[in-house]
C-alpha cells in the first residue's frame, strides 16, 4: 500500500520549471548574501597578514578539521554538486561510476602524497621538485603544468556558474549565462588579489558546511517523500528514465561499444589519479602546521566527501524520479541543473512558496560552491606563475654573458604582487575560454582537468619522492611527455569538434576517438620520466635524494 501510494505521488508531480516574476526577487536576495558574505570575509581576513606566507599558505596555522573542511570544499566543485548529479540523473549507473572515482582518489592522496608533500615543499609542487632537482626547467615545467591544469577546471566551474543562473533566472539565452561568468570571473580576481589563502581558506570553510548541510536537507525530504523505500525511489528513477531497467544498469552512457569501455576505462584511471597532482588540492597541505596534520586533514576530508557523494547519487536518482530525464535535459542539455530542479519540487512543487524557496537556496549554495573553488583554482594558479614560473625559472637565470652569476633573486613581497597580476590574468583567460564551452558537462570538463594532473603532475611527483635514480632531464621529460600529450587528444577529440555537444560543434577535425586522454597521456608521462632518467647525461644527485627522503619522512626542516 505504502509503495502504491509513492507511486500515484511521485507520478503526479508536474514538470517544473524555473521560478518566474516576483519569485526572481528571492533568488537574487540570496545571492547577493552570499558574494556580500564572502566579500566580508575576504576584506576582514585580508587585512590580518600581507607576508608570502600569509598570501600563499594562510600563516600555515588552521587546524586539521578546518583543514578537512576547505580541503572538501576544494574538492567539492560545480562538478560534484551539479555535474554528477545530473549525470546520474541522465545516464543512471553509469554516472554513478564518476562519484565513485572521485572518492577512490583520496585514497591515494591519503597513501601517497598528503605527508610527504606536506614535508618537502613550502608553497607548491615545483617546491617539492625543487628540493632534490633544483633547475629552473623544473620549476618552469611544473610551474606551466599547474596553470594548465587550473585553467581546465577554473572553465568548469564557471561553465556550471553560467548554466545556474540561467536556469535561475528562468531563461535559457546566452547573454545571461555570458554575463555570470564574467561576473565570477571578476568576484574570484578580488578573492585572490585581496584576500590571498587565508581568506580562501575560510571562504572554503563556509562553503562546504552550506554544501554538506543543503544536500543533507534534500536528503532527508527526498528519504520522506518515497518514506523510506529506497528501493521504490530507484523503480521510479527507472520509470521516468525514459530508458526504462536499462537506467539502473551499466552501459546507457559507456559500455555500447568497445570505443565507449575504452572511454570510461580512461576516465576511471583519470579520476583516480588525477586527485593527488591537483595543485590547488596540493596547496592546502601547507596550510597546516605539521605533516601529522595534514594526514588528519585528509582523514576528515575522505569523510566528508564520502557522506557527501552517497548524497549525490540519491539526489541523481531523484531527479530522475521526480523531475524526470526529459526536463532535467530540456533545462540543461548536459543535466547541470538536475539537484536545483529536484530542490523545486521537494519544497512543494511549481508555484509553491516552499518550492522557491528552496529552489532559491539551493542554487545560492551552489553559487557558493562556484565562488569558492574559483578562488581556491585562481590562487594555485597564479601562485605557480609568480612562485615557479617568475621567481623561480625567469628571474633566477643565468646573467646575459655571465654564466656564472644569476639575475637578483625577487623578493617574496614582490612575488606577492606579480602574483595578484597574474590572478587577474588567468582570470580574464578562464572566462574567455569558458564563453566557448558553456554546453558541455561540468563533471566532463573537470574529468579533463584530472586526467591532465594525473598524466603531467603525478608521474613527476612520484618518481621525485621514490626514485632515487630521478634526474633533472627525466622530470621536464615526465612533465612534458604527458601534459603535451594530454593537450593535443583533447584537441583532437570529440570534446572540441565532430559531436553535436562539441567545442566547436560546425567543424570536424578530431581523429581521437576518445573523450577523455587519461588512457595514453597517464602512459606517456611516466614512460617520458623513465626514458629521461636513463639518457640523462648527468647522474642523479644521492645526497640530495637522501635529504628529500629524510625531510620527507621525518619534517626535519620542513617549513
Do not use: C
Amino acid at each position: 500500500m505504502t509503495t502504491l501510494m509513492t507511486a500515484v505521488t511521485t507520478t503526479a508531480t508536474p514538470p517544473p520549471v524555473a521560478p518566474t516574476g516576483d519569485h526572481h526577487n528571492l533568488a537574487i536576495v540570496l545571492f547577493a548574501v552570499i558574494v556580500l558574505v564572502t566579500l566580508g570575509i575576504t576584506l576582514w581576513v585580508g587585512r590580518q597578514g600581507n607576508a608570502a606566507e600569509d598570501f600563499y599558505a594562510g600563516g600555515r596555522d588552521f587546524t586539521p578539521l578546518q583543514n578537512g573542511f576547505a580541503l572538501s570544499g576544494d574538492y567539492l566543485s560545480a562538478a560534484s554538486f551539479l555535474g554528477v548529479a545530473g549525470l546520474i540523473a541522465l545516464y543512471g549507473y553509469d554516472g554513478v561510476l564518476y562519484s565513485i572515482g572521485f572518492l577512490v582518489a583520496w585514497l591515494v592522496v591519503l597513501m601517497l602524497v598528503a605527508e610527504l608533500v606536506r614535508n618537502a615543499g613550502r608553497y607548491t609542487l615545483a617546491d617539492v621538485l625543487a628540493l632534490r632537482l633544483r633547475h629552473r626547467k623544473v620549476r618552469a615545467a611544473a610551474g606551466g603544468a599547474s596553470v594548465v591544469v587550473t585553467l581546465l577546471y577554473l572553465v568548469a566551474q564557471m561553465v556550471g556558474a553560467g548554466s545556474l543562473v540561467a536556469l535561475l533566472l528562468g531563461t535559457n539565452s546566452s547573454q545571461a549565462r555570458t554575463w555570470t561568468i564574467i561576473a565570477v570571473g571578476a568576484l574570484m580576481i578580488v578573492y585572490v588579489t585581496v584576500g590571498g589563502m587565508r581568506a580562501t581558506t575560510w571562504i572554503q570553510i563556509v562553503k562546504a558546511f552550506l554544501l554538506i548541510a543543503g544536500s543533507v536537507l534534500l536528503t532527508v525530504l527526498l528519504v520522506i517523500r518515497f518514506h523510506g523505500d529506497l528501493f521504490e525511489l530507484m523503480r521510479q528513477a527507472a520509470q521516468h528514465s525514459g530508458v526504462g531497467h536499462s537506467y539502473l544498469e551499466p552501459g546507457l552512457k559507456y559500455g555500447a561499444t568497445l570505443t565507449s569501455r575504452l572511454d570510461f576505462f580512461s576516465l576511471g584511471l583519470a579520476l583516480v589519479l588525477g586527485t593527488a597532482g591537483l595543485p590547488h588540492i596540493l596547496s592546502r597541505f601547507y596550510t597546516v602546521p605539521t605533516a601529522r596534520a595534514a594526514r588528519r586533514s585528509t582523514m576528515w576530508a575522505i569523510g566528508l566527501v564520502g557522506g557527501f557523494y552517497l548524497m549525490a547519487i540519491a539526489l541523481g536518482l531523484g531527479a530522475t524520479a521526480l523531475v524526470g530525464s526529459v526536463e532535467v535535459r530540456h533545462a540543461n542539455s548536459a543535466g547541470n541543473t538536475a539537484v536545483p530542479l529536484l530542490a523545486l519540487v521537494l519544497g512543494g512543487g511549481n508555484g509553491s512558496t516552499g518550492g522557491v524557496v528552496l529552489f532559491a537556496l539551493i542554487s545560492a549554495i551552489a553559487f557558493a560552491t562556484i565562488l569558492a573553488v574559483v578562488a581556491g583554482l585562481t590562487l594555485a594558479s597564479s601562485a605557480a606563475f609568480a612562485h615557479d614560473i617568475w621567481a623561480g625559472a625567469w628571474r633566477d637565470r643565468p646573467r646575459r654573458g655571465r654564466p656564472d652569476e644569476v639575475t637578483e633573486k625577487p623578493s617574496e613581497q614582490q612575488e606577492v604582487v606579480v602574483a595578484r597580476f597574474a590572478a587577474a590574468g588567468i582570470g580574464a583567460a578562464a572566462i574567455v575560454i569558458s564563453l566557448f564551452a558553456q554546453q558541455l558537462n561540468v563533471a566532463f570538463l573537470v574529468g579533463l582537468a584530472f586526467a591532465v594532473a594525473a598524466s603531467a603532475n603525478l608521474p613527476v611527483l612520484l618518481y621525485s619522492l621514490f626514485w632515487s635514480r630521478f634526474t633533472v632531464r627525466g622530470a621536464v621529460w615526465s612533465v612534458y611527455g604527458g601534459l603535451v600529450p594530454a593537450i593535443v587528444l583533447v584537441f583532437f577529440s570529440p570534446v572540441v569538434s565532430g559531436a553535436k555537444a562539441a567545442l566547436f560543434p560546425g567543424v570536424d577535425f578530431h581523429w581521437f576517438p576518445l573523450e577523455n586522454p587519461g588512457i595514453i597521456s597517464i602512459p606517456l608521462g611516466f614512460l617520458a620520466g623513465w626514458i629521461g632518467t636513463l639518457t640523462s647525461p648527468e647522474p642523479a644527485d644521492a645526497d640530495r635524494f637522501a635529504e628529500l627522503e629524510v625531510r620527507a619522512l621525518t619534517g626535519a626542516g620542513a617549513a
